[in-house]
């Protein structure tokens, strides 16, 4: 008579280990990228929106926007900036590595503008001395750490970008003592998360913005 061996299908403890361990290894390699990913999304999204203010600023000025509830005069069609900070605080609707500014430059009661933003505390119906059009704010991880000029780097330097009809060039300075100092060729604002990971928005005097 032939005897027949009835094999057992199934997993032991030592295999069901393996492929537990295994599981782990790969769900947290997944996990770890999936984090970097996010922290790399968040600052490419943050350069981006930063570059399309400054186009947007750029825009504004050279489309000459008109100022909502102003009357035809001087001020009506003003040059427009952005407002760039790394300072840790700043006053209320101030540029800082958390908030960026764009304002109108308006006139003074001279007449003359300053390619400075004037900042009294309130927003959104700019005039002379009160220049804010919109504070936008950085709610995630990310941060400005670092602004470049021809001056060099500085971590908590202001600097104004301004663009001014009919031209797309940009006038971009260093906010010193309540003024701004002389043109600049250039600034590159760098952005980085709670990671460390950077990004470069870069404004020249000739109007072009690129991301790096």
């Not at 500014?101 to 003359?112: E, I, K, M």
Request: with cysteine.
């Amino acid at each position: 008579m032939a005897i027949r061996k009835i094999q057992q299908a199934g997993l032991t403890l030592i295999e069901m280990l393996v492929v537990v361990a295994i599981f782990a290894i790969v769900a947290s390699i997944l996990f770890f990228n999936f984090s970097d990913f996010n922290t790399n999304v968040s600052v490419r999204n943050l350069s981006q929106e930063m570059a399309l203010m400054v186009r947007k600023a750029q825009t504004y000025a050279t489309g000459v926007h008109n100022l909502d509830g102003v009357a035809i005069s001087s001020d009506v069609y003003p040059a427009y900036g952005m407002s760039f900070s790394g300072a840790a605080t700043s006053a209320t609707n101030g540029a800082n590595a958390r908030s960026f500014v764009l304002f109108a430059d308006t006139a003074d009661s001279s007449g003359a503008t300053n390619r400075y933003y004037d900042n009294n505390g309130t927003c959104g119906s700019p005039s002379a001395g009160a220049e804010c059009v919109e504070v936008f704010g950085i709610t995630t991880g990310d941060k400005i750490v670092n602004l470049c000029t021809d001056q060099g780097c500085s971590t908590d330097s202001t600097v104004n970008v301004v663009f001014r009809r009919p031209s797309p060039d940009a006038e971009i300075c260093i906010v010193q003592g309540g003024a701004c100092s002389s043109r600049l060729s250039f600034v590159k604002i760098t952005i980085q998360s709670a990671r460390g990971l950077q990004r470069e928005i870069a404004v020249w005097n000739t109007g072009q913005i690129s991301v790096q």
